[in-house]
């Protein structure tokens, strides 16, 4: 069933809600509009008539028959997206409009699952969109499908899309330089995955590795993922591969920097995808406690070996879901002599950090974050920094950080409704937000980064 309607604000998801004409005026979530515009023609997921649904869903049917479309409309970047490949969802908004509507998101987020009005409470919000817009990709996971061929996985599907047909419009230019033509030529198994990374000083490194389904059924953002057809979870026939390596490091491995500081990583490891994410977080924090804890620090102190944490009544710091240790090293700088304890999963990150990070004194706790935590009782925190999972970090590890009473708390989120159930936590907590920035570092996509800095009140 096709119907005309007027968009009104955007949905955290990628949609754009509206309203059916009528008694029920039921909402609608439609996929491929923009918020503000009138005249779009909607094709109906189910017929409004015989669903007993509170909202509908739909999507649009012809982009050029919209009567009055955004200002911030463009073409459909992405041709893998245009060949039903789930990565790039929003590609047909400019670099302006993206980064307004994701503060839209995020605002409305706040106020619904944190139960605070940003604008109402005089918390400055600051919008960031770092260049470049497309193309800023610096890591990719692919699937292999039963034939071998290596693509991005179809929306909803785990079919592909080959790369040897079409590439993603978020590749960085030197990321997808020749990768067709190489992984045509690799001889991947089928139900393998292929981590492509490209490091800051422009080498790239792609290995095969088993199927993050199979060896790991969480992601980092914690959902549970889908198997494969054909394999099993188990399924150990499949063993890393190191299919190109580019530079003098250990083959399998792309150099990380971030403000001079290089961390030699596997291919496959977690790094921001956004070729300047990682930068410009580690220089948020450094700015935020610089700027916020002036002479909180001690004046010196001799690097310590990094180790397991001991009980201490020396003021400290916090770096939570640390991985490799960039924030860790960013608070070093912030915090001269100040011990700061990295606290993630055991890892390959958290080892080469371990070995990066050795002259500072960043002491790294190998764990659950929440488990974890327990063994810091007796570090008194002066600053945390989280940066969770998309399913944010949650009431045991909010709880136990408030319990420390730090007087700033920086928190860094992927997902603006997990972000806004911690600030919802840290609120009742005491704390106070004092800036949120939003990060468009997810061009063409609906994902967006939410950085906010809280203090504590009394």
């Known amino acids: 069933m096709t119907v005309t309607l007027d968009m009104l604000g955007p949905s955290h998801g990628g949609s754009t809600v509206a309203r059916l004409d009528g008694t029920d005026g039921r909402v609608v979530f439609v996929r491929g509009a923009l918020p503000g515009e009138t005249g779009v023609p909607v094709e109906l997921d189910t017929d409004p008539e015989t669903s ?33 490949a789930g990565c790039c969802d929003l590609d047909i908004i400019d670099a302006e409009g993206s980064v307004e509507l994701k503060t839209r998101v995020v605002l409305d987020q706040f106020a619904r699952i944190g139960r605070i009005d940003l604008d109402d409470a005089g918390v400055p919000v600051r919008q960031l969109s770092p260049a470049p817009f497309t193309g800023y990709r610096t890591r990719v996971r692919l699937g292999v499908d039963e034939s071998g061929q290596a693509g991005l996985r179809l929306r909803a599907s785990n079919g592909i899309v080959p790369v040897t047909e079409v590439g993603c419009a978020q590749w960085a230019p030197a990321l997808a330089d020749g990768l067709a033509e190489t992984l045509a030529e690799a001889e991947l198994t089928p139900g393998a995955e292929v981590c492509v990374a490209l490091g800051e000083d422009g080498l790239r490194g792609i290995v095969e590795v088993p199927a993050a389904r199979a060896s790991n059924p969480r992601s980092r953002s914690g959902r549970r993922r889908r198997v494969p057809k054909g394999q099993r979870r188990s399924d150990t ?41 990682a930068e410009l977080y580690s220089g948020w924090v450094h700015d935020t406690v610089t700027g916020a804890v002036t002479g909180t620090a001690a004046t010196s102190s001799a690097p310590s070996e990094p180790a397991e944490p001991t009980v201490s009544s020396e003021p400290t710091a916090w770096d939570l879901y640390g991985g490799a240790g960039v924030f860790a090293a960013a608070l070093t700088e912030a915090l001269p002599g100040t011990p700061v304890y990295s606290v993630d999963g055991a890892s390959d990150a958290t080892a080469a950090g371990r070995s990066v990070l050795v002259e500072r004194d960043v002491r790294f706790v190998t764990g659950d974050v929440a488990d974890a935590l327990a063994e810091l009782s007796g570090a008194d925190p002066t600053v945390v920094v989280l940066d969770p999972p998309r399913t944010g970090a949650g009431a045991p590890v909010v709880d136990a950080v408030i319990s420390r009473a730090p007087q700033h708390i920086l928190h860094i989120g992927c997902d603006p409704a997990t972000a806004a159930r911690d600030a919802a936590g840290f609120i009742a907590g005491g704390y106070h937000p004092e800036s949120v920035t939003v990060v468009d570092a997810f061009g063409l996509t609906h994902h967006v980064e939410v950085l906010v800095h809280f203090t504590r009140q009394g």
């Open 52 to 84: 007993r649904k509170r909202f509908l869903s739909g999507s649009v049917v012809d982009s050029a028959a919209i009567a009055g479309p955004s200002a911030h409309r463009v073409a459909p970047q992405c041709p893998a997206a245009a060949r039903g």
């Open 237 to 277: 026939r499949i063993e890393r591969r190191v299919i190109e390596h580019q530079g003098t490091g250990e083959p399998g491995t792309v150099t990380r920097t971030v403000k001079g500081v290089s961390w030699p990583m596997p291919v496959e490891a977690f790094w921001q995808a956004h070729g300047a994410a």
